[in-house]
């Protein structure tokens, strides 16, 4: 059986395949060719990630197809319920990437306290001549230990985000409408290990109490911060949007952000990928990653193999 990872897939998998008998192809086939090339090639597994879309064209055109996997979490770029109407099995790795995500979060928020994200513009521009006036610029950071943290959807990539916080030194208050409550469990590098649990508050607790705010949910018809959101949080806080383009109003950030009632942004997603907004892009206020939450060679190793243990599972 044939395995087409159109966006690629890590060595692991496809040690992992290959030993289960599986012909692996990690070219990238353009969009427009993919049915055609499927069909020429009778894939039976179609591994994608962000870039390519499984649309209800290409499974109805598509009959060799038995399987569709996304490496990584979100599924919004494959129509899911309708292939598995057809009969195909759906798969994801929700849990692979939850640390790398997790650990991007803080790296905006470090970068965000400190004005990392702006620094590293202006100093190879003005470092040698106006040294001075940057460190004064940049003089009034302040720390994460014993600030608090709003965590908005608290499934497996949240709770990773909680689990950093409480070793930061930071209160979590998680908000979340399907969870009540999580055991975090912190394991140390000695064999030690701690636990906490924590019960989730109304999301209007989060916003109005939190120093730093970040999201981990999934794609939402509607915002899910917008400006009534924005105008409870507190003035100079933060926002952290690590989950997807379209869950925040990014009009109504630029104007929290230009109003002072932000003090920055932290955004790896966006709402109009891959052309992301100019008042985006140019907001020195902003700290900016071109989604790349998952994209750690850790992650992408588990993933893989992840991947590999479900197709095993379904056809051998």
């Known amino acids: 059986m044939k395995v087409l990872a159109n966006d690629g897939i890590s060595q692991s998998g496809i040690d992992a395949l290959e030993s ?6 990690t070219t990238t086939v353009a969009q427009e060719q993919l049915i055609n090339y499927i069909n020429e090639n009778e894939v039976t597994v179609l591994l994608v990630r962000s870039a390519t879309t ?16 996304r490496g990584g979490v979100g599924m919004d770029n494959i129509d899911v319920q309708y292939a598995r109407d057809k009969g195909l099995s ?16 803080f790296a905006h928020l470090y970068g965000g306290v400190r004005f990392l994200h702006d620094s590293n513009r202006n100093m190879p521009l003005d470092g040698d001549s106006q040294f001075k006036k940057l460190k004064k610029n940049y003089a009034k ?48 590098f000695d064999g030690q290990s701690l636990s906490f ?7 209007e607790v989060a916003l109005k109490e939190s120093d730093f705010v970040t999201l981990h949910v999934p794609a939402q018809k ?8 924005f105008d409870m949080m507190k003035e ?3 926002i952290i949007n690590a989950a997807r383009g379209g869950v925040v109003n990014e009009v109504e950030l630029v104007n929290a952000l230009e109003s002072g009632k932000l003090a920055f942004a932290g955004l790896d997603t966006f709402q109009d990928e891959p052309t992301p907004a100019v008042q985006l892009l140019m907001n020195g206020r902003i700290s900016l990653t071109p989604h790349i939450g998952a994209a750690t060679n850790e992650a992408q190793d588990r993933i893989g193999t992840e991947l590999a243990t479900q197709i095993k599972k379904i056809l051998v």
């Open 236 to 238: 100079g806080s933060a």
């Open 222 to 229: 509607d915002y899910v911060i917008g400006k009534a959101e």
């Open 141 to 188: 950071g302040v720390e994460l230990r014993g600030k608090t943290i709003g965590i908005i959807g608290f499934g497996r990539i949240g709770q990773e985000v909680a689990k950093i916080a409480i070793g930061v030194g930071m209160k979590v208050i998680a908000a979340d409408k399907f969870i009540d409550a999580a055991d975090i469990k912190l394991d140390f």
């Open 20 to 25: 289960a008998g599986f012909e692996v192809s």
């Open 90 to 105: 759906v798969i994801n790795t929700p849990a692979a990437s939850s640390q790398s995500v997790a650990e991007l979060v």
């Open 54 to 69: 499984v649309r209800k064209d290409l499974i109805d055109a598509c009959p060799s197809i038995k399987v569709i996997g």
């Open 197 to 203: 649990n924590i019960k989730t508050q109304a999301m």
